[in-house]
């Protein structure tokens, strides 16, 4: 590509004004949970998102609906069955409450989307064995109300949700293989969240599947680049090991990674900034607190808008149109 001459580029500048503060594009917060597990902070979330403006995706793990008793019914690729890095439903009564959640956050518009089932790393799976997977994850699903014995429970409209309404996926780890786009497609997801960045980027469209990946964003006092999601910070700032004691120091260190990162899109070009999370509480809530605290304090923006993955594909979308209308 040639470059412009300094007086040509001078002149496009000059007849290019910059957009007004009405013609940017609003600011995408995209704030997702792997796992969905806890009742409680099934609830917090809901209530949280539902006191700020905000929708939220939730990857689900299909075995945190199946009762530990009956875990036997499942087995992922290459494991025995009964075996799940993520755990099981204690009980039936907790399963069907976290059914119930799942319900009421679709209803609440927030994006129930898929995690597998027993979190296990696909790096080495076969196209086949991710469709195995894939397939479990909307049998388990699909039956589940049955399966706890709540059948005469199950809303009106379940089955065509689980058909129909999950759309998006996440494989466990952010590990893939090259067999898993492949069952995605099978499987009629439209996006993947799977990837990880080079900071904020703009999600890509291959053969119909959208790609996003979480960003790495400058954290701490030597700025150095970290995944933007809970248990990484968690590795970085206590080896993984709990340490509820420092979890204000914690919570403000992911505070102003999170915020930094949200400001420099916000100021510039406004690329959608990604951040996950999962339903523990690490280092005593300090990373459920900071993404709390930002969400709260810009998701009623009128120029912001705190959106699932689902949600957020249009508007990402109406964007590319818009700019490539203008001839920008």
Not at 114 to 139: I, L, Q, V, Y
Not at 303 to 320: G, N
């Amino acid at each position: 590509m040639r470059l412009l001459s300094s007086s040509i580029a001078l002149c496009l500048c000059l007849a290019s004004p910059a957009l007004s503060a009405d013609e940017r594009p609003k600011q995408l917060l995209i704030v997702s949970f792997d796992g969905a597990g806890p009742n409680h902070l099934w609830q917090r979330s809901r209530d949280f998102a539902r006191a700020n403006n905000a929708h939220f995706t939730y990857f689900l793990s299909c075995t945190l609906l199946i009762p530990r008793a009956e875990r036997s019914t499942y087995q992922g690729p290459g494991h025995k069955p009964g075996r799940s890095n993520i755990g099981f439903a204690q009980t039936k009564d907790e399963a069907r409450e976290r059914l119930s959640h799942i319900w009421q956050a679709h209803q609440e518009g927030h994006d129930i989307s898929s995690h597998t089932c027993g979190h296990f790393d696909g790096k080495d799976w076969s196209a086949a064995d991710w469709s195995a997977e894939m397939t479990t994850f909307s049998r388990v699903l699909g039956n589940a109300w049955t399966a706890v014995g709540a059948a005469d429970s199950e809303p009106d409209g379940w089955k065509d949700f689980v058909r129909n309404d999950i759309s998006g996926f996440r494989a466990p780890y952010f590990s893939t293989s090259a067999g898993m786009t492949v069952a995605e497609k099978k499987a009629g997801f439209t996006y993947d969240a799977s990837l990880v960045t080079k900071g904020p980027m703009m999600p890509d469209d291959e053969d119909g599947l959208i790609r996003f990946g979480l960003p790495l964003i400058p954290e701490g006092t030597s700025q150095r680049p970290i995944i933007a999601m809970d248990y990484n910070l968690f590795i970085r700032h206590s080896g993984g090991i709990d340490n509820p004691s420092q979890s204000s120091t914690f919570e403000d260190r992911a505070y102003s990674a999170f915020r930094a990162a949200f400001d420099r899109e916000y100021e510039g070009d406004r690329i959608p900034l990604q951040l996950g999370f999962h339903f523990v509480e690490m280092n005593g809530g300090a990373y459920w607190r900071a993404m709390e605290r930002l969400v709260s304090e810009v998701c009623n923006r009128d120029d912001v808008a705190c959106v699932s993955y689902k949600q957020a594909i249009p508007m990402i979308a109406e964007r590319r149109k818009a700019k490539a209308t203008s001839g920008l």
